[in-house]
């Protein structure tokens, strides 16, 4: 059975990087099943997919427009995991994190609620 | 952006009904790479169908999944307790990634 396990602080100040992490198990994260992503989920931008990463011979990533001036998502394959990196961070990042597995989503991590505060 | 519209917003329906949801896309979504999520409160979503119609492991017959192109709709055939939570479209025939609004199902 494939879980993920989210770990990372649970509040940042504004300005300041997010740094999330997401351990895999039962699955490798190079495998070829669709890749990783990094998913938020706030009241006023409802879901809302962040980026991914996936091995094809080598690494790719993906970002979405609305945050690829601000963020890193990097397989870590030693650790079997990835992590997702939110550089300059306001109030309106303030969302539940999700990491998850594919295209389709077939496995979700359990979720991080970040606040964004002083 | 491929824009997902899903309606109603709000579903009110009693136990053992048939529920009916909508999604279309502002373009067609090729290939039929659409998938449905079920979200119930403090949990993460779930995937109930994907493909546009084939459902994922474990998920009860009664949730079925249509459509093509623009077109997609979830239907319940008959609500259990359970199943009353929000319900989430989304198409991953192209980038970025997205997701519709949402429609809740909730107890009349």
């Known amino acids: 059975q494939v879980q993920l396990q989210q770990s990372g602080p649970g509040l940042v100040k504004p300005s300041q990087t997010l740094s999330l992490t997401c351990a895999i198990s039962g699955d490798s994260v190079s495998s070829d099943r669709g890749g990783w992503n990094w998913i938020r989920q706030s009241p006023s931008r409802g879901l809302e997919w962040l980026g991914r990463t996936y091995f094809r011979s080598r690494w790719h990533t993906d970002y979405a427009v609305s945050v690829e001036s601000r963020i890193t998502i990097n397989p870590d394959t030693s650790k079997n995991q990835f992590s997702l990196q939110l550089n300059s961070v306001t109030p309106e990042d303030t969302a539940v994190y999700y990491c998850t597995r594919g295209s389709s989503m077939d496995v979700w991590g359990q979720g991080t609620t970040v606040t964004v505060s002083s | 952006e491929m824009v997902l519209t899903q309606s109603p917003a709000t579903l009110s329906l009693s136990p053992g009904e048939r529920a009916t949801l909508s999604c279309r896309s502002s373009q067609s979504v090729t290939g039929n790479y659409l998938s449905w999520y079920q979200q119930k409160p403090g949990q993460a979503p779930r995937v109930l169908i994907y493909?546009?119609?084939t459902r994922a492991t474990g998920i009860p017959a009664r949730f079925s999944g249509s459509g093509s192109g623009t077109d997609f709709t979830l239907t319940i055939s008959s609500l259990q307790p359970e199943d009353f939570a929000v319900y989430y479209c989304?198409?991953?025939?192209?980038?970025?990634?997205?997701f519709g609004g949402g429609t809740k199902v909730e107890i009349k």
């Open positions: 493909g546009a119609s």
């Open positions: 989304q198409q991953y025939y192209n980038l970025p990634l997205t």
